[in-house]
């Protein structure tokens, strides 16, 4: 049974930094694409980043440079590192997984930074 559990996520000032974790089981996940993504309230569900069987990662534009997404394979977990948080990055974060030509996500983790 697939199952991806995230957390880390909080309440953080502008500036600050926060580190996601996405434990994955069920899977490998070095064997599977995968990827965080955030919905801020009233938006729509936007990539974050995102990371390939091979190990290349891709970004959204505008937070190249600050986040950063990277894996455990012994811990079979996902990470995201996120600085220089904005307040603009208040949003619900998730991780999904592409395994055996299916999507799986995540409950998700709330990340608040006040100004």
């Known amino acids: 049974q697939v199952q991806l559990v995230e957390s880390g996520g909080g309440l953080v000032q502008a500036g600050g930094s926060l580190r996601l974790s996405c434990v994955a089981s069920?899977?490998?996940?070095?064997?599977?694409?995968m990827g965080w993504y955030r919905q801020a309230p009233g938006k729509q569900r936007e990539l974050v980043a995102s990371?390939?069987?091979?190990?290349?990662?891709n970004y959204a534009d505008s937070l190249k440079g600050r986040f950063t997404i990277s894996r455990d394979n012994a811990e079979n977990t996902l990470y995201l590192q996120m600085n220089s948080l904005k307040p603009e990055d208040t949003a619900v974060y998730y991780c999904?997984?592409?395994?055996?030509?299916?999507?799986?996500w995540g409950k998700g983790t709330q990340v608040t930074v006040s100004s």
């Open positions: 990371i390939s069987t091979g190990g290349s990662t």
């Open positions: 999904n997984a592409i395994h055996r030509w299916s999507l799986y």
């Open positions: 069920g899977f490998t996940i070095r064997q599977n694409a």
